[in-house]
Antibody, heavy 117, light 109 residues
Framework: EVQLVESGGGLVQPGGSLRLSCAASGFTFSSYWMHWVRQAPGKGLVWVSRINSDGSSTSYADSVKGRFTISRDNAKNTLYLQMNSLRAEDTAVYYC??????????WGQGTLVTVSS | QSALTQPASVSGSPGQSITISCTGTSSDVGGYNYVSWYQQHPGKAPKLMIYDVSNRPSGVSNRFSGSKSGNTASLTISGLQAEDEADYYCSSYTSSSTSFGGGTKLTVL
């Protein structure tokens, strides 16, 4: 069974940092692009970042560029999102998802990041 | 403000058909055949229902169908069932990124 499990969310103060992880299983992780998508409480989905299969190419939404870094460890079947200089508006459930742009399948269950003092 | 425009809500009775629209521009929906639709139940992760405008992943009911005309994509659900009540989001490829619609809440009356 294809499965994605996020972890690392929590409460952090504005300006702080957090690293999210997404453990993949049930498929050949190193063959797929991976993404992070977030959803603020009661709001819609917003694409955050993507990384290609070998980690050599990344892209980011303008709202997180320069603050967030996506990476992966294909030996550990794990995707990461390093989030620095966090702001209140970064508060959201963060989902990892497999796939190419505009095709995300499946999604993990999400991890909640709350930025507040 | 979302890049793609969806109606905030739609409703229908069991057995009826409904259509949810997703309007973009020639830079996203109109420019590529890379439109997908996701279903999200409260507190759950989104689920892919349609990809590349009109393709259904394995396991998704054939009551769900997608289409596109110009800058507007559409999701049609026929034979509405109570379990279809959820939020639905469209997404489209756009210039090395992905845009989502604001979401549509489907109520089954």
């Amino acid at each position: 069974e294809v499965q994605l499990v996020e972890s690392g969310g929590g409460l952090v103060q504005p300006g702080g940092s957090l690293r999210l992880s997404c453990a993949a299983s049930g498929f050949t992780f190193s063959s797929y692009w991976m993404h992070w998508v977030r959803q603020a409480p009661g709001k819609g989905l917003v694409w955050v970042s993507r990384i290609n299969s070998d980690g050599s190419s990344t892209s980011y939404a303008d709202s997180v560029k320069g603050r967030f870094t996506i990476s992966r460890d294909n030996a550990k079947n794990t995707l990461y999102l390093q989030m620095n200089s966090l702001r209140a508006e970064d508060t959201a459930v963060y989902y990892c998802a497999r796939g190419r742009l505009a095709l995300f399948d499946p999604w993990g269950q999400g991890t909640l990041v709350t930025v507040s003092s | 403000q979302s890049a793609l425009t969806q109606p905030a809500s739609v409703s229908g009775s069991p057995g009826q058909s409904i259509t949810i629209s997703c309007t973009g521009t020639s830079s996203d929906v109109g420019g590529y055949n890379y439109v997908s639709w996701y279903q999200q139940h409260p507190g759950k992760a989104p689920k892919l229902m349609i990809y590349d405008v009109s393709n259904r992943p394995s396991g998704v009911s054939n009551r769900f169908s997608g289409s596109k005309s110009g800058n507007t994509a559409s999701l049609t659900i026929s034979g509405l069932q109570a379990e279809d009540e959820a939020d639905y989001y469209c997404s489209s490829y756009t210039s090395s990124s992905t845009s989502f619609g604001g979401g549509t809440k489907l109520t089954v009356l």
